[in-house]
């Protein structure tokens, strides 16, 4: 580990100390109205023959920087979709700055031509980075390869992250209300050229709900034209089973119209193996050892479906829908286990194997209904009101088979399992946006209601079909919370200020007919925030920002039913769940808009955490869910990124952390037991265009993970290699892309839980090892940019 540290800071150093003399030159870039020019390209050439010395790209106000400009004479020039400025020559003795390098701009062509330049500009505003990639080098990567490299975020098991918590992708404001596996699926297909920028928050400020951690907001290009455009996609992906993906979308709009549909297909068989050892133990050591080894073959067909209809009555009044849909008819699971069990001195004492199936069916259907009008002034009012229907079905049959240690039968275990989930979310929601002289404010209200049905039906099969009551449950959950919310802000010369305030009223009731539970709640919460920005001068900047958030139980996680593995292994959920409050601080130092210091800290109060636990006595494996007695995490990111020449950007992000988790230890005589790790993370990423028309493009990533903690687990290092490859044909109507994923095969690794009684760990090794293919044909007027947006409720992202 310290060798990489070593190799990442020198990798770094060599680029700021090739040169001891060196001056900077900065400048703007504006149209012949002396209207800045957002993300112009700008370029340093030689005096000789014109040939380029370095390239950058002008950020949202037209102002750019070049740094380390060896002493001499150039010509520099601008220019923004084929339009330039005239080359204006210059001698660099000492740090410059000129006034404006113009481009008269010819407003009708700005359609038809895009540019590509080298560098994306990442800038601190007062409650979030935002990461500018319009235009750059890295605008041709999917949507997801930019999520992956922008400033703070992290992938673990395919999750994105930040500060090792799971955070929400939003698409223009619209929250992606999909799982982690289907976020990614979608964002693989939506092409990155059609993102302007992706904004990284990691306290959300007042008008987003209380309940969630950092967000992800997806900003895509404006509608600048009227026409038609569609795509069709498909992916095969070769990991342990082949899988497949096909998709299509299809965007329209006039004058007033705007209407997007797409449809995607997923046929997909994955392979799991897992690993695990328990030790049993007593008083004096270990009394029994339990190996298993564990095969999952799951086979789902998935239908994901999208509406948004915009339509303009004039320019005051707006109006939308989306709708959106997923159905998985399908979702067939194989499992297989054997277990060889030992007593301490290392003997086989017996075994036993379980063949179980589960047949599950999921629909998601959700419509959300927007009304905007903007008054005379620049206020506005908008309304909402949004539906989700949820539907589970899962059926489950499993049967445990008994040996001895020369391989006669002892005895059989036989069960099935009926489960059924019913989920029900109606919102509501207005919102009020305007000026009171120089300050912005905003204020709105909104009403949640969440009815969720859940019945669980248990049936023991060794002779003959029998109910047991005792194991099976109907349960009932209900929420209603209530909120309001106002923030102001405002702009100095140096300074911004943004606060706000939500308050939040909730009540629920959680009903359990088998355990005669009833658990109701009703609580009262006010939840300020507060962001500071001081930029010292164009090259320093620091900022502060606080907030107040809550975290809110899964609805699944509170049914008190179980998802069995076999007899002996199972989770299950924990109705006296209440929600865990958060506060989050965040200390940021920013160098040169090039380099990013972050400093946090997060008290998690009584999280909900997913604990395993063994039962010495009885020999059972547990998974529930607890309210810890409480969580902090702390560290200090540092960010960079940087054009290396005009074909090579090279990305890195180094997090150094401390996690601690103090929980009950239910199986350890009810100690309690505090979980510590201290980590670090390491991300080096090069995006190279291998082709001088910029057509191809290739990707080289390496991710180093010291392990992290997670509940009672900690986990060991990971290390991912990643390879990507992308060519555009057919004048960037069609493209192809290869990637290849953990091809070094250490992604996957150990976790452990080891202290007092415990003793068990597992490695899980899904299909990370894999090759995928990819391709993508566009036709219409490809270049407009459409409505495409998924559903913002907080609510739906609680929907397992």
């Known amino acids: 580990m310290k060798v990489l540290f070593a190799i990442l800071f020198f990798t770094i150093g060599v680029f700021h100390t090739a040169h001891a003399q060196t001056f900077e030159l900065k400048g703007e870039v504006k149209d012949q109205y002396q209207e800045p020019i957002a993300f112009a390209s700008v370029f340093l050439l030689t005096v000789t023959d014109s040939s380029l010395v370095k390239g950058t790209s002008a950020d949202e106000n037209g102002a750019f920087l070049f740094s380390e400009v060896d002493e001499g004479l150039y010509f520099l020039k601008a220019s923004y979709v084929g339009q330039v400025s005239k080359k204006l020559p210059l001698q660099i003795l000492k740090n410059t700055k000129i006034g404006a390098l113009i481009i008269e701009q010819e407003a009708e062509q700005l359609n038809e031509v895009t540019v590509t330049s080298n560098k994306p500009v990442v800038k601190r505003e007062v409650d979030r980075i935002v990461f500018n990639v319009e ?55 939506y092409q990155g050229e059609n993102i302007k920028s992706v904004e990284v928050i990691h306290n959300p ?90 095969d999952q073959v799951i086979r789902t067909n998935t239908h994901s479906a999208g509406l948004a209809v915009d339509y303009e009555f004039n320019d005051k009044n707006t109006i939308s829908l989306t709708s959106n849909a997923l159905l998985q008819p399908k979702r067939d699971a194989d499992f297989f286990q054997e277990t060889t069990i030992r007593n301490a001195s290392g003997v086989l004492d017996s075994l ?44 489950q049959d499993a049967n445990s088979d008994y040996f001895q240690p020369n391989g006669s039968f002892l005895r059989d275990f036989n069960f099935s399992t009926v489960a059924d989930q019913q989920i029900e979310i109606m919102t509501a929601q207005i919102d009020y946006t305007d000026y009171f002289g120089s300050v912005f404010f905003e204020i709105g209200a909104k009403g949640s209601f969440i009815d ?40 100095w010369e140096k300074w911004s200020v943004k ?50 958030k809550v975290q809110r139980p899964r609805y699944e996680n509170l049914n008190p039913f179980r998802t069995y593995l076999n007899e002996r292994t199972f989770e299950e959920g924990n109705p006296n769940l209440i929600p865990s409050f958060i506060h989050n601080f965040n200390l940021n130092y920013t160098l040169n808009q090039e380099y990013y210091f972050d400093l946090y800290y997060r008290d998690n ?62 199986q350890s005589d009810a100690f309690s037991y505090t979980n510590k790790f201290n980590g670090a993370y390491i991300d080096i990423t090069n995006y190279i265009t291998l082709s001088t028309d910029g057509s191809f493009k290739g990707e080289l990533g390496f991710v180093y993970l010291t392990g992290w903690l997670e509940g009672s687990y900690i986990q060991k290092e990971t290390t991912n290699l990643t390879l990507g490859l992308r060519k555009s ?23 452990s839980s080891k202290y007092l009684n415990q003793d068990n760990s597992l490695l899980t090794t899904p299909e990370t090892q894999y090759v995928k293919f990819g391709f993508t044909y566009k036709f219409g007027n490809f270049r407009l940019d459409d409505n495409q947006r998924d559903i913002d409720k907080i609510e739906r992202e609680r929907l397992e």
């Open 135 to 189: 235009n750059t080098v890295i605008s041709q990567n999917s949507s997801w390869d930019i999520l992956r490299q922008t400033p703070g975020v992290i992938m673990m098991n395919d999750e994105l992250k930040v500060r090792n918590q799971a955070t929400t992708v939003y698409i223009n404001n619209r929250k992606v209300q999909l799982s982690s596996d289907e976020v990614r699926s979608l964002l693989e297909n």
């Open 205 to 294: 400020p007042a008008s987003y709900d209380a309940e969630g951690g950092s967000v992800l907001n997806i900003i895509t290009s404006k509608n600048v034209s009227v026409g038609y455009k569609g795509n069709v996609n498909a992916g095969y992906t070769q990991g342990v089973f082949p899988k497949y993906n096909f998709g299509t979308s299809h965007f329209y709009k006039t004058k007033k119209l705007n209407v997007n549909a797409s449809y995607n297909y997923t046929p997909k068989k994955e392979f799991k193996n897992t690993l695990s050892n328990i030790n049993y133990m007593d008083n004096i050591g270990i009394v029994s050892i339990w190996d298993t080894d564990f």
């Open 352 to 395: 036993f194997t379980t063949q179980s199936f589960l047949s599950e069916r999921k629909n998601n259907i959700s419509g959300d209904l927007t009304f905007k009008h903007q008054f005379e002034d620049q206020a506005n009012v908008t309304l909402n009101a949004h539906y989700t229907n949820f539907d589970l079905n899962r059926n």
């Open 452 to 491: 969720s049905e859940s019945k669980l039906d248990y049936f023991l099969r060794n002779t003959e079909t029998e109910f047991i009551p005792s194991l099976s449950d109907d349960y009932r959950y209900d929420e209603s919370v209530y909120a309001g919310y106002f923030s102001l802000s405002k702009d």
């Open 499 to 548: 606060t706000g305030l939500r308050a939040e009223h909730t009540e629920s009731s959680g009903v359990s007919v088998n355990v005669s539970t009833i658990n109701d709640l009703s609580y009262f919460e006010l939840f300020p925030s507060l962001y500071i920005l001081h930029t010292i001068n164009d090259n320093h900047s620091l900022s502060f920002d606080y907030a107040r």
């Open 605 to 666: 109060g009584r999280y909900i955490s997913d604990l395993t636990f063994q039962n010495n006595d009885n020999f059972v494996l547990t998974d529930n869910f607890q309210n810890i007695l409480g969580s902090t995490s702390f560290g200090l990111d540092f960010t960079y990124g940087k054009s290396v020449s005009n074909i090579w950007y090279l990305y890195s992000y180094i997090s150094l952390f401390h996690e601690e988790e103090t929980f009950l230890a239910a």
């Open 729 to 751: 044909l057919m004048n960037n109507r069609a493209v192809l892309s290869l990637s290849a994923n953990d091809i070094l095969g250490k992604f996957n690794n150990i976790v």
